[in-house]
Nanobody, 125 residues
Framework: QVQLVESGGGLVQAGGSLRLSCAAS????????MGWFRQTPGKEREFVAA????????DYADSVKGRFTISRDNAKNAVYLQMTSLKFEDTAVYYC??????????????????WGQGTQVTVSD
């Protein structure tokens, strides 16, 4: 089992940047495929980005391609989401998630077993 804690959210102006971090407990972090999702009130949880266990494979939602970058540091038990050129529509609660079964998981939230509590990102116009 792994526990996930997100940080780095906040209020930023449109066009600005933020870097989210997700710290994982335990000594087997490298065995988890990781993902970032986001959710706004009244909407389904939306896929943002995913990264394989080794970090060698990544995937992004079309809405964030070219603006967001997912990365991980297995030595530090952490996964990151660098967000640039932020838009108002990026406003959401952002969650990191872990999948212990696959080398790489995609955009289906049901593939992920473990979730953090979320961090709020608010982009002002």
């Amino acid at each position: 089992q792994v526990q996930l804690v997100e940080s780095g959210g906040g209020l930023v102006q449109a066009g600005g940047s933020l870097r989210l971090s997700c710290a994982a407990s335990g000594r087997t972090f490298s065995r988890y495929a990781m993902g970032w999702f986001r959710q706004t009130p009244g909407k389904e949880r939306e896929f943002v980005a995913a990264i394989s266990r080794s970090g060698g494979t990544t995937d992004y939602a079309d809405s964030v391609k070219g603006r967001f970058t997912i990365s991980r540091d297995n030595a530090k038990n952490a996964v990151y989401l660098q967000m640039t050129s932020l838009k108002f529509e990026d406003t959401a609660v952002y969650y990191c998630a872990a999948d212990p079964r696959r080398l790489f998981s995609g955009g289906d939230p049901y593939d992920y077993d473990y979730w953090g509590q979320g961090t709020q990102v608010t982009v002002s116009d």
